[in-house]
């Protein structure tokens, strides 16, 4: 009885919350090519890095990778810590598996801007 009244009252902010995933992935997928077509210039030419918009840009990636480790690593442990939530009650497994699916959607896109970061770094 309690854990339908909590997958109930889960459908909306569950709903919200694989919205709020696909937009966060899309926007990052909308702005890799650029992003991925800039780091390409500086690899291209190295004298680049040399520039203050170019250092400022690295500088920038550099600072992103590192948040993005940080916090979406930590959605990453939150998704499993929900997905284990749902292993209490079959009434809590449909939206406890579709939270933890968006939370990974959210944490795996951290992969495309450690590949950013990688390639200004080496």
């Known amino acids: 009885m309690i ?17 709020l995933a696909a937009d966060f992935v899309s926007q990052l997928a909308r702005m890799d090519p650029g992003i991925s077509y800039l780091i390409s210039q500086i690899e ?4 680049l890095r040399d520039e ?3 250092r400022q840009f690295i500088e920038s990636i550099e600072q992103l990778a590192g948040a ?5 690593g930590e959605v990453s442990v ?6 284990n939530l749902g292993e209490i009650s079959n009434r809590l497994r449909p939206v406890t598996r579709r939270i933890s699916t968006a939370l ?10 450690q590949e950013w970061d990688r ?3 080496s």
């Not at 291209?44 to 004298?47: F, K, L, M, V």
């Not at 993005?68 to 979406?72: D, F, I, R």
């Open 44 to 47: 291209e030419e190295p004298a």
């Open 104 to 113: 990974r959607r959210i944490s795996d896109s951290s992969h495309t801007i």
């Open 68 to 72: 993005a480790e940080g916090a979406l």
């Open 3 to 19: 854990a339908q009244k909590l997958a109930n009252d889960l459908h909306e902010p569950t709903t919200s919350l694989e919205q």
């Open 119 to 121: 390639r200004l770094t």
């Open 52 to 54: 203050d918009d170019a």
């Open 78 to 83: 939150l998704a499993t810590a929900v997905q």
